[in-house]
């Protein structure tokens, strides 16, 4: 049974504020909480409307509550309470050959997605910008499925940061319309890729700290009128490990 008090909880926990108090997050359904798990967040509590891990703590949940505290109009079978993982201090990581960064990002479904390419290619560090969407929004978590707890996520200025990274060696690289190929580019050893947001791109604060400028050329035929950005990062992050490959 869902007590009072834990149904408080999963209402604030809707709110990015009482998400940053509590250091908590929640997330939702079977495959989700199972991969969180398996990934090494931890867990605090999960409740469920019927028993389908019988080696998780589960509290019974009646769908009637469910549906009450669920992000969700249609529930998936069970609602979880996890830890946010802690992440090392940032400083350049001389051993991560790429880093994220992302400008502005503000569609939660983009960021989870860019969190679960990160983990697909290896990428262990993401920076976003102080007006990205929470990394801790449901909506990101669920299309995260389970990343959360493979990638080192960041919440600073950009701008301020880059100097560090460049120290080290490192350039940065950002997706715009008068950039180069992407196609001809030949990638730094030590790589950021700086992705814009949905709407504006990247930054005019941003594109000054930029060292080189990549473009995904758009065949002559299309009539689209810009790419989503995480295709736009799956086409870059592939291309950067079939390089480094």
Same mark, same amino acid.
């Given at each position: ?141 669920? @299309?995260?499925?389970? *990343? &959360? ?8 200025? $950009?701008?301020? #940061? !880059? ?58 035929? @299309?009539?689209?009128? *810009? &790419? ?8 870059? $992050?592939?291309? #950067? !490990?079939?390089?480094?490959?």
């Amino acid at each position: 049974m869902l007590s009072n008090n834990d149904a408080k909880l999963l209402r604030k926990l809707q709110r990015k504020k009482y998400r940053d108090q509590e250091e908590m997050f929640v997330a939702e359904g079977p495959k989700v909480i199972g991969d969180l798990i398996a990934n090494g967040l931890k867990l605090y509590k999960v409740w469920s409307t019927t028993n389908w891990d019988s080696a998780l703590p589960l509290q019974s949940i009646s769908e009637e509550d469910l549906r009450r505290v669920s992000n969700f109009e249609t529930p998936n079978q069970c609602i979880a309470v996890f830890e946010k993982p802690k992440v090392p201090s940032l400083y350049p990581d001389s051993t991560s050959a790429v880093v994220l960064f992302l400008d502005g990002i503000r569609d939660p479904g983009n960021m989870g997605t860019l969190i679960r390419l990160a983990d697909w290619f290896g990428v262990r560090q993401i920076i976003c910008s102080d007006d990205c969407v929470d990394v801790y929004n449901f909506k990101t978590v669920q @299309s995260s499925m389970g *990343s &959360l707890g493979n990638v080192d996520l960041y919440q600073q200025k $950009l701008v301020d #940061l !880059a100097p560090l990274f460049q120290a080290q060696g490192y350039t940065v690289c950002g997706t715009l319309l008068d950039g180069s190929s992407v196609y001809q580019t030949r990638w730094p050893e030590k790589t950021i890729l700086v992705l814009g947001s949905e709407s504006h791109g990247i930054s005019n604060t941003v594109q000054k700290i930029l060292d080189k400028k990549i473009l995904i050329p758009q065949a002559s035929s @299309s009539k689209a009128e *810009s &790419l989503n950005v995480a295709v736009a990062a799956s086409i870059c $992050l592939g291309l #950067l !490990a079939n390089q480094q490959n």
